[in-house]
């Protein structure tokens, strides 16, 4: 079983829909958890960072960790065609240390 | 601008051919990591390095090899031992321990086997 696992997509989504996408991970110990979204041929960014549990809002994102029930969420609200990527999540023991990364999820929203 | 610099782009590697992938980055940041990134498998760590003149395996450092004589500089040798070297190559660094300094990346190198 992988430490970080992630819905692999590809998800297809109308322009203005909400998007979820979602992670679960089975190392309690992971405090540090990023959102990244990956262009085609591009490196990742950072899109959101929280620590612990609760909810983070960023514009039109909005990360959410549940650290009982090892799950973590990106919510894209009035999603557009510039959303259209790759989003990973990753987490971490430590701050600034090594990163677990998921497989990644393919969105793409139509205009 | 900072940032971090990767090159080349692409990069095509012969049979029994080492090649080495180049990045630097001017963040002053002092850790810095390598990833593969195959698709439908996110990333995996090859190699990182906390500070100069030190550097730790990841999970997959077989066949890859790092040298880290220059804060700014961590270079990749993909070596003939790596046996499916095709991959997207991603470097990354990161302040570890001050403030919310998670990695920043480049923007990769893809290797290919001619």
């Known amino acids: 079983q992988k430490e970080v696992e992630q819905d692999p997509g590809p998800l297809s989504v109308p322009e203005g829909a909400i998007v979820s996408l979602n992670c679960t991970y089975s190392n309690s110990a992971f405090q540090y958890f990023m959102w990244y979204r990956q262009y085609s041929r591009k490196g990742p960014e950072l899109l959101m960072y929280t620590y612990s549990s609760g909810n983070k809002e960023d514009g039109r994102f909005t990360a959410q960790v549940d650290k009982s029930s090892k799950y973590i969420s990106l919510f894209i609200r009035d999603s557009q065609p510039s959303d259209s990527a790759t989003y990973l999540c990753?987490?971490?023991?430590?701050?600034?240390?090594?990163?677990?990364f998921g497989q990644g999820t393919e969105l793409s929203v139509k205009p | 601008d900072g940032g971090i610099t990767q090159s080349p782009k692409y990069l095509f590697r012969k049979e029994g051919q080492n090649v080495t992938l180049s990045c630097e980055q001017n963040l002053n940041h002092d850790a810095m990591y390598w990833y593969r990134q195959d698709p439908g498998q996110g990333l995996r760590l090859i190699y990182y390095?906390?500070?100069?003149?030190?550097?730790q395996k990841g999970d997959i450092a077989e066949g890859y090899s790092v040298s880290r004589e220059k804060k700014e500089s961590f270079p990749l040798t993909v070596t003939s031992a790596q046996k499916n070297p095709t991959a997207f190559y991603l470097c990354?660094?990161?302040?570890?321990?001050?403030?919310?300094?998670?990695?920043?990346f480049g923007d990769g190198t893809r290797l290919s086997i001619l």
């Open positions: 990753a987490m971490s023991v430590n701050q600034g240390g090594k990163l677990i």
């Open positions: 990354a660094s990161t302040l570890p321990g001050l403030g919310n300094q998670p990695q920043h």
């Open positions: 390095s906390q500070i100069v003149n030190d550097f």
